[in-house]
């Protein structure tokens, strides 16, 4: 569901195909908290996606602190890398996909997350 500017609410919903994907968080511990900065490159069936992790922000919005990558028809990522801002790097191989994860700068063992849920709310609150 979706409004812009407060117009009228709207609802999409998504008839797209099952692909894959992986969800990444970042915990920083020399650069800063979120890994706001960091570089992340995953490189799955021959192919090479690079996205940066900034909290940019518009009118009464922000980015959320997580990364998305969709896989397609991808069941492992070949290798995952996260340049931090720090200079710190890390690197993974054969990384399992169809979750959301989270790693961590100082080296910590990557932890699997349960996928964000909105909790339904009765629309008289």
Do not use: C
Request: hydrophobic share 40%.
């Amino acid at each position: 569901v979706g409004s812009v500017g407060g117009g009228v609410l709207r609802a999409f919903a998504n008839r797209l195909p099952k692909r894959h994907w992986i969800g990444i968080q970042l915990a920083g511990s020399e650069s800063n908290a979120y890994g706001i900065g960091a570089k992340v490159s995953v490189e799955a069936n021959g192919q090479r996606q690079v996205k940066h992790l900034f909290r940019t922000a518009g009118f009464l919005g922000q980015q959320p602190a997580e990364l998305h990558f969709g896989l397609g028809d991808a069941t492992r990522i070949d290798r995952l890398e996260i340049a931090w801002p720090s200079g710190e790097t890390t690197i993974a191989t054969d990384v399992e996909v169809d979750r959301w994860t989270r790693w961590f700068e100082d080296g910590r063992e990557t932890e699997t997350l349960e996928p964000p849920m909105l909790a339904p709310r009765d629309a008289a609150e």
